[in-house]
C-alpha cells in the first residue's frame, strides 16, 4: 500500500502537465505582448517628437520670420522677450562648421525654441560645446541619446545638403524600421526617413551623435533594415 502512494506521488498526471503549460504559454503571451506595447510606445515617442520638432522648427520661422538658431543672440532675445545665449550668423539658414562650431546654430536652435514656448525643456545655448546626455545642451530621444539638427548630407542615399533631424542613436534596428514605415516607406535609402552614415563628416565629434552601426542597414542590394542583425545602435534622419 504504501509502495503504491509513492509511485502515486512521484509525477505529474497529464492533466497537470497540460495545466502548467497553458499557464506558461499565457505568461509567455503576455510578456510578449507587453514587449510588443513597449515598442510600440517607443516607435509613436519618436514618431511624435519628430513631428513636434519640425512643427516648432516651421511654427518659429512663421511667427519671427527668422530661423531659430541662426537667429543672433541679441535681436532673437528682444523678439522673444528673454535673454538668449546662443545665435548664430543671421545667414537665413542652419549652418554646420566642421569642428568646434559645428553644435554653435543647432545648439542656440534648441535654446531659441525653448524660450519661445514651441518646444519643452531649458537648453542653454552655449557655443563650441558637444551635447551630451547631460549637459542640457539638446533634446534626448526615447533611448536616452542626443537629438540635433542642421544643414548635411550625412544620410543614406541620393544625399544633397538638406535640413535635417538627426533622431539620434541608441535606436534598435526593429524600431527603425517601425518608425520608417510609420512616417515613410520603410526603406533606409528613400523618402523622408533616411537611414544615417556610420561614419558622418557633420554630428561626429567624440559621441558621433549623426552616426549609428553599419550593420544596421544590409551590406547589399536590396538595401534595407537589418532586423536579422538586431543592431542596438541604429539612427535615422528626417528630411525636412
Not at 132 to 151: D, E, H, K, Q
Not at 189 to 194: M, S
Not at 214 to 234: E, G, K, L, R, S
Amino acid at each position: 500500500m504504501e509502495r503504491g502512494l509513492r509511485r502515486r506521488e512521484a509525477g505529474f498526471s497529464l492533466v497537470e502537465i497540460a495545466i502548467v503549460l497553458v499557464i506558461i504559454g499565457l505568461l509567455l503571451g503576455a510578456i510578449l505582448k507587453g514587449q510588443e506595447m513597449i515598442n510600440s510606445a517607443k516607435v509613436r515617442n519618436l514618431a511624435d517628437m519628430s513631428s513636434h520638432i519640425q512643427a516648432a522648427y516651421f511654427g518659429f520661422v512663421d511667427r519671427y520670420r527668422n530661423v531659430p538658431g541662426d537667429w543672433g543672440a541679441v535681436p532673437a532675445g528682444a523678439a522673444i522677450g528673454v535673454a538668449v545665449t546662443g545665435g548664430g550668423n543671421n545667414n537665413g539658414r542652419l549652418d554646420n562648421v566642421a569642428g568646434a562650431n559645428v553644435y554653435d546654430e543647432a545648439n542656440a536652435l534648441w535654446e531659441q525654441l525653448s524660450k519661445a514656448g514651441f518646444i519643452q525643456g531649458a537648453y542653454l545655448g552655449s557655443a563650441a560645446v558637444e551635447p551630451s546626455t547631460t549637459n542640457n545642451l539638446a533634446p534626448l530621444n526615447a533611448f536616452n541619446n542626443v537629438v540635433t539638427i542642421g544643414r548635411t548630407s550625412d544620410y543614406q542615399g541620393t544625399n544633397p545638403v538638406r535640413l535635417n533631424l538627426v533622431i539620434g542613436r541608441g535606436v534598435p534596428v526593429s524600431i527603425m524600421l517601425e518608425l520608417d514605415i510609420k512616417l515613410d516607406d520603410g526603406v533606409p535609402l528613400t523618402g523622408v526617413i533616411r537611414g544615417a552614415l556610420a561614419a558622418p563628416v557633420i554630428f561626429a565629434n567624440a559621441n558621433n551623435w549623426g552616426g549609428m552601426l553599419a550593420t544596421c542597414i544590409t551590406a547589399a542590394a536590396p538595401f534595407i533594415w537589418n532586423v536579422a542583425a538586431d543592431d542596438q545602435d541604429c539612427n535615422g534622419i528626417h528630411l525636412y
